[in-house]
């Protein structure tokens, strides 16, 4: 079945309406359970009014994308399949990563540490490993394409370390960003429609309406996490849409423009490794007066909201750049 814009635009609809038709008592659900974020003390002092916002929101994307796929998947309507095994990847890894994240939020809520991150690590290479060998054995990803080369490069061995890297980067990088209302949302919805786009121009279609459905939840998500926030995504959904973000980008083979369509995120994560960096050569000096680099903003006297819209369209005109080389 080819797939029409209507169709695009129908299931990012559906996706958006499901999540936030459930958003209302999911939020009244984690605030009965009180499942609340603890702000750390060494971020910026305004931010500890979020102090007991609800979070793992994550699980407000998360389930309606998998009720949505696994029904597409196992209907067909006048013999026409709208999903097909393609997702089951991508799904599989954004549910794991999920409940590897809900853990850690859930250690951090009630005892006010998350999961050692070395723990952690280890489970996000464990995962990755096998989303690797999945993407090799089962899916048969094409390696890596160059801009203008239509035929795949074949990268051997190497591509085992590079997609597990890329797998785990992404999941991180995605983790870091989410410290502002609405800015890990604005940026991934950002880059999962580029990566729709990029997948219905390869004539990936299966690949591409999951992408959308993923965008759709993010848009209901945003609903209740756009500032003031009445919830946080938490670990639960920055690591399940990094990591899915980095196998969709395996997926289409278009890997190497990953850092310019979730720009944002690789700069965030960046200004961590050269924050960190710095301070130990220098025995205590900064580059920038906090990182994640939205925090330096923010203590520069950007807004929250400016901070998030400024980022995001730096992030837009990113995916834009990206999609153009993709597709050239």
Known sequence: ???????????????????????????????YLRIGKRIRA?????????????????WLMVLPVTILSLFLYATQVAGLTFLGKEILLPLGVMLSHAILGAVDDWMGVR???????????????????????ALQTIYAAPPMYLPGVTLPVPLGWVYVPLSIFIIVATSNAVNITDGLDGLAALTTATAFAAYGGIALAAGEDLVARFCFLVVGSILGFLWFNAHPAQMFMGDTGSLA?????????????EWLVLPLIALIPVIEVLSVIIQVGYFKLTGGRRIFRMAPLHHHFELGGWSEIQVVLRFWIVNLLGALLGVLIALA
Do not use: D, N, Y
């Not at 169709?7 to 009244?28: K, Q």
């Not at 305004?46 to 994550?58: I, L, V």
């Not at 998350?114 to 690797?132: D, E, N, S, V, Y």
């Not at 849409?241 to 083979?253: C, F, K, Q, R, S």
């Open 42 to 58: 060494e971020g910026p002092a305004r931010h500890q009014a979020k102090t007991g916002t609800p979070t793992m929101g994550g």
């Open 111 to 133: 005892h006010g540490k998350g999961m050692r991150a070395r723990t952690k690590f280890i489970f996000q290479l464990l995962l990755a490993g096998l989303a690797t060998w």
């Open 241 to 253: 849409l990094g990591a899915t973000l980095g196998v969709i980008a395996l997926m289409t083979g």
């Open 1 to 31: 079945m080819k797939t029409s814009p209507t169709l695009i635009v129908g299931l990012t609809l559906v996706s958006a309406i499901l999540t936030v038709i459930w958003g209302e008592p999911f939020l009244r659900l984690l605030r």
